[in-house]
């Protein structure tokens, strides 16, 4: 079973959320729910009041950030790219992707001026946002197949991006 | 044979959440609530009943500030500024600073101090103070009389306390928070809430202005340093992020001072105990002067030290590498918090180090604001707590809802100590984190699990919190036996641990024992040890040792529960659901600080009656499994061997029989 986390916060299953309408929703429900407003409950209603905020404070995280919440439409349109079973599970990138980014590593390891890590940084950050937009493209047309795919391709593409940042320090 | 079978160790304190059945709501007394800011150097208490003004509570002479320094001179024990004029004389039996010890283990203390630290004999990473005559405290007690002498400041103006909030730095760890909530209840305080310093002090500048727009807090306490962003809305208090660093503080500041002054008069190598308590003394002397003026004159008679001049720039030269930490710290939650400098509405000041000129330079260029100040900066947190803490006791203040975050990572070692980060940080809590384990060969019927707490990818550098053993998983073939294990971070951002095994839905016994904190019956027993010290609560007192027999029983007939439980035979379906019942009551009463000790006890005999059949089959099974192919010599051995086992699992168990 997976926790919608859209239902939680009675928000409607899609990606183009207002930003101020999933904060305004989650101060209003967790005004509600918070442990606090219990204290002075049985210990069943203090219970329940951990459980639900927890749940909410969950489905916050998991809605704030745009790529959690295209991750979680996968998810719930049968594709989680936390999983690497081979049905249900993330799509495996194509070969052509996985040798692009043998030779983005190559790059990373030849550059030795900063201008040059930094050149490679923008070309591979404007890549990562070009696989979000699609996904989010994708998941507004309900292609979860599709979504899934750039999402993947946006995960190998932020991990690199950490390792250029920290390739710095 | 049954001998082999582990013995039940009663250490460790066991991590098991009652279903909800409780129906009885927890009274209340609005307007009995108080705010306690438990500090490294001072600590203090306020109020705010029934939606008043927040007001710190003052001693007969008229002061607010206590030191957070007690004395175990003599056979008294002595809190604040008593003990703080024996200091000098008795440098080994008057303890300050503790909250630096609080949840740490003996080989975290990397700091200079005058103690003599001694390792607990359970070992572990536990220590205690030997303060003289015999006596050995651990920090929780210290910080328990702090509070105590606290609740009891309260009690003298506004008669019965029902509860407290004490407050702690919002970097504290899971350990160290724990440690605090101990403390609180040794004390004799229902604690309600834990609560960030750095959210006490936004609660306080807040509700004073509207309750509206982005704050930052900055917050250098004297042990501690910590930074949060937070945003108001509608009287909700939303932490984004907050950072610090657990182990820089005000102090640091005045054991820079102390050492350039060491220095300066001439001395080389390291200052006596002596010496440098009279140094530090000084410096802070000195930097409290230099935040009014350009210079000053020192004399520290016992370092050849006779008015010697430190000019502010001096001092500023000396700290700048510590302000400028803590600078970094401020931007990296900045950023971890999506926001911008120029988006901030105000930026808090709270310690009483942030005076420092410096300080308050270093905060404006950083923020591109002028700090805020105007609510004493010593008090500020403890005016938070107060608020809170009215709301909390029932009063019909207008509603104030915090949300805080997590400080730290949490995470459980994997294979090659690696750490699978479960619950990140700044995630806001209460959060839940599952994860599921399943089993390599049909004969594991138990798994290792180490929870580890920060932010480094090895298990050997975070901060160790606990490590359990999940038992009594059924035997199934590998992969089968699925674990689920949930991490449950609540309000205080304090871990429990609960596991169930999915194929079969059997709730498994999680024993977790806390790598740097006192199990519950340690707790118990400081509880009823501080009664004998002070009083004449003997209802306090019978209920603690209520308490501890009840816990006793608990343990031991769930580990058994966990040992054979599952086999057949041994524990009748409705035989289990009537002990089940019994051990969920137990739980919830136990879970309740006010239960009576009445109640503990007829619980304890219902819970010794449910299980009593059990106990009875599992010997003979045990004694059968012996007998098999065994000489008469070998019976008898395993039978007296069997029984002292018995005996020492089912402690309070022997009355029953006698009586059924």
């Given at each position: 079973?997976?926790d919608?986390?859209?239902?939680?916060m009675?928000?409607p299953?899609?990606?183009?959320?207002?930003?101020?309408a999933?904060?305004?929703?989650y101060?209003?429900l967790?005004r509600?729910l918070?442990?606090?407003?219990?204290?002075?409950?049985?210990?069943?209603?203090?219970?329940?009041?951990?459980?639900?905020?927890?749940a909410?404070?969950?489905?916050?995280?998991?809605?704030?950030?745009?790529?959690?919440?295209?991750?979680h439409?996968?998810?719930?349109?049968g594709i989680?790219?936390?999983?690497?079973?081979?049905?249900?599970?993330?799509?495996?990138p194509?070969?052509?992707f996985?040798?692009?980014?043998?030779?983005?590593?190559?790059l990373?390891?030849e550059?030795?001026?900063?201008?040059?890590?930094?050149?490679?940084r923008?070309k591979?950050?404007?890549?990562?946002?070009?696989r979000?937009?699609a996904?989010?493209?994708?998941?507004?047309g309900?292609?979860i197949?599709?979504?899934?795919?750039?999402?993947?391709?946006?995960r190998?593409?932020?991990?690199?991006?950490?390792?250029?940042d920290?390739?710095?320090? | 044979?049954?001998t082999?079978?582990p013995?039940?160790?009663?250490?460790g304190?066991?991590?098991q959440?009652?279903e909800p059945?409780?129906?009885q709501?927890?009274?209340?007394a609005?307007?009995?609530?108080?705010?306690?800011?438990?500090g490294?150097?001072?600590?203090?208490v306020?109020?705010?009943?029934?939606?008043e003004?927040?007001?710190?509570?003052?001693?007969?002479?008229?002061?607010?500030?206590l030191?957070?320094?007690?004395s175990y001179v003599?056979?008294?024990?002595v809190?604040?500024?008593?003990?703080?004029?024996?200091?000098?004389?008795?440098s080994?039996?008057?303890?300050?600073s503790?909250?630096?010890?609080?949840g740490?283990g003996?080989?975290?203390?990397?700091w200079?101090?005058?103690?003599?630290?001694?390792?607990a004999s359970?070992?572990g990473?536990l220590?205690?103070?030997?303060?003289?005559g015999g006596?050995?405290?651990?920090?929780?007690e210290?910080?328990?009389?702090?509070?105590r002498?606290l609740?009891?400041r309260?009690e003298?103006?506004?008669?019965p306390?029902d509860g407290?909030v004490?407050?702690v730095p919002?970097y504290?760890d899971?350990?160290?928070?724990?440690?605090?909530r101990?403390a609180?209840?040794?004390?004799?305080?229902?604690?309600?809430?834990?609560?960030a310093?750095p959210?006490?002090?936004?609660?306080a500048y807040?509700?004073?202005?509207?309750?509206?727009?982005?704050f930052a807090?900055?917050?250098?306490?004297?042990g501690?340093?910590?930074?949060?962003?937070?945003r108001?809305h509608?009287?909700?208090?939303?932490?984004?992020?907050?950072g610090?660093?657990?182990?820089?503080?005000?102090d640091?500041l005045d054991?820079?001072?102390?050492a350039?002054?060491?220095?300066?008069?001439?001395?080389?190598g390291?200052?006596?105990?002596?010496?440098?308590?009279?140094?530090r003394i000084?410096?802070r002397?000195?930097k409290?002067?230099?935040?009014?003026?350009?210079?000053?004159?020192v004399?520290?008679?016992?370092?050849?030290?006779e008015?010697?001049?430190?000019?502010?720039?001096?001092?500023e030269?000396?700290?700048?590498?510590l302000?400028e930490?803590?600078?970094?710290?401020?931007?990296?939650?900045?950023?971890?918090?999506?926001?911008q400098?120029?988006?901030?509405?105000?930026?808090?000041?709270?310690?009483?180090?942030?005076?420092?000129p410096?300080?308050?330079?270093?905060?404006a260029?950083?923020?591109?604001?002028?700090?805020l100040a105007?609510?004493?900066?010593d008090k500020?947190v403890?005016?938070?707590?107060?608020?809170?803490?009215?709301v909390l006791?029932?009063?019909?203040r207008e509603?104030v809802?915090?949300?805080?975050?997590?400080?730290?990572?949490l995470?459980?070692?994997?294979?090659g100590g690696?750490v699978?980060?479960?619950?990140?940080?700044?995630?806001?809590?209460?959060?839940?984190?599952?994860?599921v384990?399943?089993?390599?060969s049909?004969q594991?019927?138990?798994?290792?699990i180490?929870?580890?707490?920060g932010?480094?990818e090895?298990?050997?550098?975070?901060?160790?919190?606990a490590?359990?053993e999940?038992?009594?998983?059924?035997?199934?073939?590998?992969?089968?036996?699925?674990?689920?294990?949930?991490?449950?971070?609540?309000?205080?951002?304090?871990?429990?641990?609960?596991?169930?095994?999915?194929m079969?839905?059997?709730?498994?016994?999680v024993?977790?024992k806390?790598?740097?904190g006192l199990?519950?019956?340690?707790?118990?027993r400081?509880?009823?040890e501080?009664l004998?010290?002070?009083?004449?609560?003997?209802?306090?007192?019978?209920?603690?040792?209520?308490?501890?027999?009840?816990?006793?029983?608990v343990?031991?007939?769930?580990?058994?529960?966990?040992e054979?439980?599952?086999?057949p035979?041994?524990?009748p379906?409705a035989?289990?659901?009537a002990?089940?019942?019994?051990?969920?009551?137990a739980?919830e009463?136990?879970?309740e600080?006010q239960?009576a000790a009445?109640?503990?006890?007829?619980l304890?005999?219902?819970?010794e009656?449910?299980s009593?059949?059990?106990?009875?089959r599992?010997?003979?099974?045990a004694?059968?499994?012996?007998?098999?192919?065994?000489?008469l010599?070998e019976?008898?051995?395993a039978l007296a061997?069997e029984?002292?086992a018995?005996?020492?699992?089912?402690g309070?168990?022997?009355?029953?029989?006698?009586?059924?």
């Open positions: 079973m997976t919608d986390f859209f239902a939680c009675g928000l299953r899609r990606f183009d959320l207002d930003r101020a999933i904060e305004g929703r101060l209003e967790s509600e918070h442990p606090d407003r219990f204290i002075g409950g049985s210990s069943a209603e203090r219970r329940a009041a951990l459980e639900r905020s927890s909410l404070n969950e489905a916050y995280r998991g809605l704030r950030d745009p790529i959690r919440r295209a991750e439409l996968c998810k719930l349109g989680d790219l936390d999983s690497d079973a081979r049905s249900g599970g993330a799509p495996t194509s070969q052509a996985l040798v692009e980014m043998i030779e983005a590593r190559e990373l390891a550059a030795t001026t900063p201008g040059e890590r930094e050149a490679l923008e591979i950050e404007a890549a990562a946002e070009e979000l937009a996904a989010a493209a994708a998941l507004e309900g292609m197949r599709d979504a899934a795919e750039a999402l993947v391709i946006h190998y593409l932020r991990r690199f991006l950490d390792e250029i920290g390739a710095q320090h | 044979m049954s082999q079978e013995m039940i160790a009663d250490t304190a066991l991590f959440i009652a059945t409780g129906r709501a927890t009274p209340r609005p307007g009995r609530g108080i705010g306690i800011d438990l490294t150097t001072n600590s203090l306020a109020v705010a009943p029934h939606g003004a927040p007001r710190a509570l003052r001693d007969a002479s008229g002061r607010a500030l030191p957070s320094v007690v003599g056979d008294d024990v809190v604040g500024y008593e003990a703080m004029a024996a200091q000098e004389e008795h080994c039996a008057v303890i300050s503790v909250k630096r010890f609080m740490r003996i080989a975290d203390v990397t200079p101090h005058p103690y003599r630290l001694v390792s359970g070992g990473e220590f205690r103070v030997d303060v003289g006596r050995l405290v651990t920090p929780v210290v910080s328990a009389a702090v509070l002498a609740r009891e309260a003298a103006v506004m008669g306390v407290a004490i407050t919002a504290f899971d350990a160290q928070r724990q440690a605090t101990d609180g209840k040794i004390a004799g305080l229902k604690v309600y809430r834990l609560l310093e959210t006490a002090a936004a609660l807040g509700l004073d202005r509207g309750g509206r727009g982005l807090v900055y917050d250098l306490g004297g501690t340093f910590d930074v949060s962003v937070l108001l509608d009287g909700v208090f939303q932490v984004l992020a907050t610090g660093d657990s182990a820089l503080g005000g640091d054991r820079a001072l102390a350039y002054l060491f220095t300066a008069g001439g001395h080389e390291a200052p006596s105990r002596h010496q440098q308590e009279l140094l000084a410096a002397a000195a409290e002067a230099l935040s009014e003026r350009e210079s000053v004159r004399s520290v008679a016992a370092c050849g030290i008015g010697f001049e430190v000019r502010r720039e001096t001092f030269g000396l700290i700048d590498g302000i930490r803590t600078i970094r710290a401020c931007r990296a939650t900045l950023r971890d918090a999506g926001v400098p120029r988006e901030l509405d105000g930026v808090v000041l709270v310690g009483g180090s942030t005076r420092t410096l300080v308050r330079a270093a905060v260029r950083t923020f591109g604001k002028h700090p105007d609510i004493d900066p500020v403890a005016y938070g707590a107060a608020i809170q803490a009215d006791s029932g009063s019909a509603g809802t915090l949300l805080d975050v997590a400080p730290l990572s995470g459980i070692e994997t294979m690696m699978e980060k479960i619950i990140p940080r700044n995630a806001a809590i209460p959060i839940a984190a599952r994860q384990f399943t089993n390599y049909e594991q019927t138990g798994m290792q180490h929870v580890v707490q932010e480094r090895m298990a050997g550098e975070c901060r160790s919190l490590r359990f999940l038992r009594g998983i059924p035997r199934l073939p590998p992969s089968m036996a699925r674990v689920e294990v949930s991490f449950q971070l609540d309000a205080d951002a304090l871990l429990t641990v609960t596991a169930r095994e999915l079969t839905g059997v709730r498994q016994s024993e977790v806390p790598t740097y199990n519950d019956e340690e707790i118990d400081m509880v009823i501080s004998d010290h002070a009083s004449e609560d003997f209802a306090a007192r019978s209920r603690a040792e209520a308490r501890v027999e009840l816990g006793r029983v343990l031991a007939v769930r580990a058994a529960l966990a054979v439980g599952g086999l035979g041994v524990l379906a035989e289990r659901s002990v089940e019942m019994q051990l969920t009551l739980d009463a136990m879970a600080p239960s009445d109640m503990l006890t007829l304890r005999n219902q819970l009656r449910a009593e059949p059990f106990a009875r599992r010997m003979e099974r004694l059968r499994a012996g007998m098999e192919g065994k000489s010599h019976i008898e051995q061997v029984e002292a018995l005996d020492e699992r089912r309070a168990h022997s009355a029953e029989t006698i009586e059924g």
